[in-house]
């Protein structure tokens, strides 16, 4: 090659190494760059879930004692109570506590108020998953603490129309050592599912069952319905009080209360067709917030 021909060619070469390659090296590293930025704005493959399988809003952390809901229990496959309707009355609630009794403590100390009401709806829900579990319709006259009048419970039921009406009380004595299980009524109608529900209560408890007994309780007394109100244990005795506040014998309570009701249906009693109320000066209420006089 001649020096003519040479001299473009230096240039040309010269040109390509001072300006035309770093350029592409700082264009790679800008790409580079750019890919990375992306990359980091997008998150690993795969859901985000809050523990259930649902998935969760990103960047929202549940606590690890909420991530996963109250989940009811296993479907029977059998739904034993398919078709039916129950209105499970929780007693008492807001500012009506219903009985109240303290957690034994130790000596010097004073335990922690437990309040019936308390005690009712925690009950009174794990029921209802029971029930709903069972293939029933299940209305609740309150599931929150609030209050509702016996008359709004009855008339709740009554609009309803259920196959049963089911309340649910803890119950108190002035002898601290009274316990025992107890199941109310008031219309005929009503002496089968009580005494099946009772029979559930004394088999699935570690309790005595004190009686099944015909009595005008508001609540039982105007229902339209087979209409029972179960005691399921007295807060006056501190052992019975300690049991009833745990979860764990709420559940059993619960299991037992909706194995009556599957005995109820399961084989029903022949039923009368004629409710007739009492009269409003033999009615009397549940019992109050302190103390329940048993009935000799």
């Not at 350029?23 to 750019?34: C, D, E, I, Y």
């Not at 130790?106 to 108020?113: D, E």
């Not at 309340?167 to 316990?179: G, I, K, P």
């Not at 319905?225 to 619960?254: C, F, H, M, W």
Request: a neutral charge; charged letters at 15%.
């Amino acid at each position: 090659m001649n020096s003519n021909k040479m001299g473009p060619l230096i240039l040309l070469i010269a040109f390509f190494t001072l300006v035309t390659a770093p350029l592409m090296v700082l264009s790679g590293r800008l790409f580079n760059a750019t890919a990375n930025e992306s990359n980091a704005e997008t998150p690993a493959s795969g859901t985000l879930t809050s523990g259930d399988g649902k998935p969760a809003t990103i960047g929202k952390h549940l606590s690890p004692d909420n991530k996963t809901p109250a989940q009811a229990p296993a479907v029977d496959d059998s739904l034993t109570l398919k078709g039916k309707t129950i209105v499970i009355d929780a007693g008492h609630g807001g500012y009506d506590a219903g009985a109240m009794r303290r957690l034994p403590a130790p000596k010097g100390q004073q335990g922690a108020f437990v309040m019936e009401k308390d005690i009712n709806l925690s009950v009174a829900l794990k029921l209802a998953a029971r029930l709903k579990a069972r293939g029933a319709t299940v209305v609740m006259t309150r599931n929150t603490d609030v209050f509702v009048s016996l008359a709004d419970r009855v008339t709740m039921s009554n609009g309803v129309q259920p196959d049963l009406f089911l309340s649910v009380h803890s119950n108190a004595h002035t002898d601290r050592t009274f316990d025992g299980i107890e199941t109310y009524y008031t219309h005929s109608s009503s002496q089968c599912p009580a005494e099946r529900i009772q029979n559930a209560l004394v088999v699935g408890l570690p309790e005595t069952g004190n009686w099944v007994r015909q009595r005008g309780l508001y609540v039982t007394n105007h229902a339209t319905v087979p209409a029972v109100l179960a005691e399921i244990g007295y807060l006056s005795k501190p052992a019975k009080l300690t049991q009833l506040n745990t979860p764990a014998y709420q559940d059993r309570v619960a299991s037992a209360l909706a194995q009556g009701v599957v005995d109820y249906f399961g084989s029903p009693c022949s039923k009368s067709t004629t409710l007739v109320p009492l009269t409003d000066s033999s009615v009397v209420p549940e019992h109050d917030s302190t103390v329940l006089k048993i009935e000799n």
